[in-house]
């Protein structure tokens, strides 16, 4: 694996990680995870493309999430292109904003959220 590799990860796993997530892209979207919190946990991965933590932390999160046998609705928000529904999810939930964070929302309501080196699959 060459260096850049290393740093940005191969074409291969960066494909196969958007798999993994839905996407929030609309206010709409938004509303739609809330609803299915009411089904089970739902997480939300706030992500800043442009900060080096952020994605050392969503690669090794999506690690965890192909090794778990943990049945929830994973989300994936890029707050840089959707800023104004990562301020929305703030506001709502009473979280303040972190970035990488995740959140993890239960029948409408934020029970868990966790930011920086803290986040981890398995504390939740």
């Known amino acids: ?45 706030k992500h800043s493309t442009r900060c080096f933590i952020s ?6 999160f999506e690690k965890q999430m192909q090794n778990s046998d943990k049945n929830m609705g ?6 840089l292109a959707h800023r104004a529904i990562s301020n929305e999810i703030e506001s709502r939930f009473d979280v303040v904003h972190q970035s990488p964070q995740l959140i993890v929302l239960e029948n409408g309501k934020a029970v868990y959220n966790a930011s920086h080196q803290n986040i981890d699959l398995d504390k939740i």
């Open 55 to 60: 994605k050392t932390m969503l690669r090794s």
């Open 74 to 79: 994973y989300y994936f928000l890029d707050l």
């Open 1 to 45: 694996m060459g260096f850049l590799d290393q740093i940005f990860g191969k074409k291969e796993e960066q494909d196969h990680s958007k798999s993994l997530w839905k996407k929030i892209e609309s206010q709409k979207d938004l509303d739609s995870v809330i609803e299915k919190s009411f089904q089970g946990k739902v997480l939300i991965f």
